[in-house]
T-cell receptor, first 113, second 114 residues
């Protein structure tokens, strides 16, 4: 079946540093979504991407839909302590009409003040 | 008020017991999903429903059943709980009409089976 590989698995960075993480798929997608999960809470949608090559920002977050449609990237600039959490990528091939998402394993981010 | 709510938020139960987790949404979405989260494994789909009359198995449906009582309500049951069903369970919704596939999650239920 379809698989998503998300890397890195975890990151421990200094406040103020930039962060990059990515997801790669064995199949092409036409939707990429990025979520953040705080401890004890459900995932919250950060950015949605619908077109190959698309670059979208949400504050200090920027995500890109890879040209091959098999990958996506999330960057966080000037990290702050509240960026701590688990970041998930998710992909979907909507024309299958199932609406099902495939999730990456998550990147755990820790920020040292 | 939260758009997607789950009850209970925490539950401890014994092996062999039947347990039901409930999900309600006020977003007016037609599609609802149940996921399980285990450390290092991300989110895995248990069941999904496109409307009240449509129920579909996900990748890990064995040992689980669901009921879509109304468009706004989707419950997950463990008929006979076992310890390896200890996990975080999330309900999610999406709106087919937007054609965008975005899913919105509830706060989760932490289930422990002893």
């Amino acid at each position: 079946g379809q698989q998503l590989n998300q890397s890195p698995q975890s990151m421990f960075i200094q406040e103020g540093e930039d962060v990059s993480m990515n997801c790669t798929s064995s199949s092409i997608f036409n939707t990429w979504l990025w979520y953040k999960q705080d401890p004890g809470e459900g995932p919250v949608l950060l950015i949605a991407l619908y077109k190959a090559g698309e670059l979208t920002s949400n504050g200090r977050l920027t995500a890109q839909f890879g040209i091959t449609r098999k990958d996506s990237f999330l960057n966080i600039s000037a990290s702050i302590p509240s960026d701590v959490g688990i970041y998930f990528c998710a992909g979907s091939y909507l024309s299958s009409n199932t609406g099902k998402l495939i999730f990456g394993q998550g990147t755990t981010l820790q920020v040292k003040p | 008020d939260a758009d997607v709510t789950q009850t209970p938020r925490n539950r401890i139960t014994k092996t062999g017991k039947r347990i039901m987790l409930e999900c309600s949404q006020t977003k007016g979405h037609d599609r609802m999903y149940w996921y399980r989260q285990d450390p290092g494994l991300g989110l895995r789909l248990i069941y999904y429903s496109f409307d009240v009359k449509d129920i579909n198995k996900g990748e890990i449906s064995d040992g689980y059943s669901v009921s879509r009582q109304a468009q706004a309500k989707f419950s997950l049951s463990l008929e006979s709980a076992i310890p390896n069903q200890t996990a975080l369970y999330f309900c999610a919704t999406s709106d087919f009409g937007t054609g965008k596939g975005e899913q919105y999650f509830g706060p989760g239920t932490r289930l422990t089976v002893t």
